[in-house]
């Protein structure tokens, strides 16, 4: 028998925990989980690993060959598949359960550098049930700006959960009036059964830009391509033509070298250990409203660092207490939740077209930055 991460008092309630996982029906929210394995971060704020890499961000505004270009977006992708899916083990030890968070949970912030100067993001969560979380990251100095939302489905098997993002994420490049479509890949955790749960990603990724340029991006975890961990395998492609100009494979935690088709010539790609995260600035909480994740997520936060299972269990319920009364009121009313800063329209736009060019089924509403009322906002006072 391996050596277990879950302690001795919790090992019941953990086994319980995996049990109710096999018969949960695909909402992860709804799971109550022991403490060990809780974070005090909201899923709200995930939406920021998109952007920990400013320089990466904003690196494909900057050059004039569109294929160039291209690959720039495709490397910034790659560079924050790092923080997206393996910072909570390097943080806190394993992955863990995020808060979920409510109707209307905002979260906010900016990263300041010297080169890029300033990059904002907006985050909220647009949908409870099903949880979806919308978000729009931007920096103006060099306009680009990505908006995207997801969701997720999950699946439980053995002692596997399969989780399925629903949603995508749009670059768009100013400059160039150019667009990228992003598909947001598959993963699964694994290590439950021992209480060390990790993220592995699987099937793939898709890049389409409306310049014609393609990336596939092919993931796997351990022993597939290699004997590594967080491998892919990617493809890039001009147009319609079937033959790669490119390939780049390695890991997405770590190396990965580009590979030129024609001239076979390879060099590196990128390295995920050379690059460290620029730390988002976040309002203090004093300054916050009240809807700010930190803010309301305050009290339940401390008590997860303590473990203190009572305080989490009577501080959460206060929070969807709130919402529950939040959503009689408007039953009452005959009144819909107001989302701040996101609205849901019908797609068809060039993001249809780009849906369609990539090959992949087009969202008939999409979420949609309301740039507008968040700028008449106080909370665009960052
Ligand atoms: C959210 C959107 C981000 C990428 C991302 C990374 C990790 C994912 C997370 C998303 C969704 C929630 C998630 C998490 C890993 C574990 C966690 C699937 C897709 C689940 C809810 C936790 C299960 C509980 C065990 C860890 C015990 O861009």
């Not at 209307?104 to 049930?129: A, M, P, R």
């Not at 590196?268 to 809807?291: C, G, M, R, S, W």
């Amino acid at each position: 028998v391996e050596a277990s991460a879950v302690p001795a008092q919790q090992r019941g309630p953990w086994m319980t925990f995996l049990r109710s996982l096999a018969s949960s029906k695909g909402d992860l929210s709804s799971i109550t989980a022991p403490p060990f394995i809780l974070s005090g971060t909201s899923l709200v704020e995930y939406s920021k690993f998109w952007a920990e890499l400013p320089d990466a961000f904003v690196a494909p505004t900057m050059i004039l060959d569109k294929e160039e270009r291209a690959l720039a977006v495709l490397k910034w992708f790659i560079a924050t598949l790092k923080g997206q899916y393996t910072s909570r083990n390097e943080t806190l030890g394993s992955e863990k359960k995020p808060l979920n968070p409510f109707l209307g949970e905002v979260f906010l912030g900016k990263w300041e550098t010297e080169t890029e100067g300033t990059t904002i993001l907006v985050s909220e969560q647009v949908s409870h049930h099903p949880p979806v979380t919308a978000y729009a990251i931007y920096n103006d100095i060099y306009g680009i700006e990505l908006q995207g939302y997801n969701g997720q489905k999950a699946s439980f098997a053995t002692t596997t959960l399969n989780v399925r993002q629903v949603g995508h994420a749009v670059l768009y490049i100013k400059k160039f009036d150019e667009y990228y479509y992003i598909t947001l890949p598959t993963l699964h955790i694994e290590g439950l059964f021992y209480g060390a749960p990790y993220v592995e990603l699987e099937q793939n990724t898709l890049i389409q830009s409306s310049s014609g340029y393609r990336a596939t991006i092919e993931y796997s975890g351990k022993g597939y391509f290699s004997g590594k961990k967080n491998t892919f395998k990617a493809k890039f492609y001009a147009g319609e033509e079937s033959a790669a100009l490119y390939t780049i494979s390695g890991q997405w935690s770590g190396k990965s070298t580009i590979m030129n088709e024609h001239t076979k010539k390879e060099s590196l790609f990128y390295d995920a250990t050379e690059h460290n995260v620029v730390p988002l600035i976040v309002k203090p909480l004093d300054q916050q409203a009240d809807y700010e994740s930190r803010r309301a997520w305050e009290k339940v936060a401390a008590a997860v660092q303590v473990m203190d299972y009572d305080t989490i269990h009577v501080e959460k319920s206060k929070i969807e207490n709130q919402q529950r009364e939040l959503r009689k009121k408007e039953k009452e009313l005959g009144i819909k939740w107001q989302r701040r800063y996101f609205e849901l329209i019908e797609d068809e736009g060039p993001l249809k077209d780009l849906a369609e060019l990539a090959g992949v089924e087009p969202d008939e509403k999409v979420w949609r930055f309301d740039r507008e009322a968040f700028e008449h906002s106080t909370d665009s006072k960052l």
